[in-house]
């Protein structure tokens, strides 16, 4: 604000001098006027006015006809503008730039269905899901769910079929299974948000899906990858339940 602080006084300035004037030559003028009869001079207020001239003073104030209406009118004009300037610029001064983006994020495109919930218990889960299941189509685009090292990017036998894991600096891992096509190597630095596959059937699958899991700890646990984004501290992943402790170790 202090840059402005100049401008505004010597615009305030130059519109006292410049009324001090306008009076003067004002009273002039209409001393000098038959009784009755309009000074002759410019139509000021009383003409057609800018709408910010309506605004700031009454069109039918007889004191601003002639040519004191209209450099009154004129040096508010100026003096408003110059304010506004300053606000604009001002504002402009305070603009706090974007935060950046979390180093999380959903690891399918927003509204793919999840027909798997974790620690759901059924035949093809014994003991409790340790993931989440997305029904997809085959070739839908799979993204990293966190910053991280890629470190393992090829097919697993162990039922996962084509599988990326990606640990992050904290320790959270996240896996992605049964891809259709893997687009990252293992060493890759990865950020969340970054396309690493495509979602497939291969695999233990029965159907076009992705089976992404977020693991934690030494073991690692697996914990509800829910709380990714829903937790207390989005990005942070809850603690593994009792269950996945028992069948995984913590």
Known sequence: MRRFALPLLAAAALVLAQGALVLSWGAASLASTPAGAQPRGQTGAGGAGAPLTAALVDPGDPALDGSAGTALIASIAAVRALADASSTTSTR???VPEPELPDYSYPVTWGTPVTGKFGAQGPEWP???????FN???GDPIFAATDGRVTYAEFNYGGYGNLIMIMRKDGTQTRYAHLSKILVDVGDRVEAGETIGRMGNTGNSFGSHLHFEVRVGPVPTPVDPNSLWTGSKPGIPGKPPKWA??????
Do not use: V
């Open 245 to 250: 402790c028992q069948k995984y170790g913590c």
């Open 127 to 133: 003991g409790g899901h340790a993931g989440m299941d």
């Open 93 to 95: 001064a305070k603009d």
């Open 136 to 138: 997809g189509e085959t």
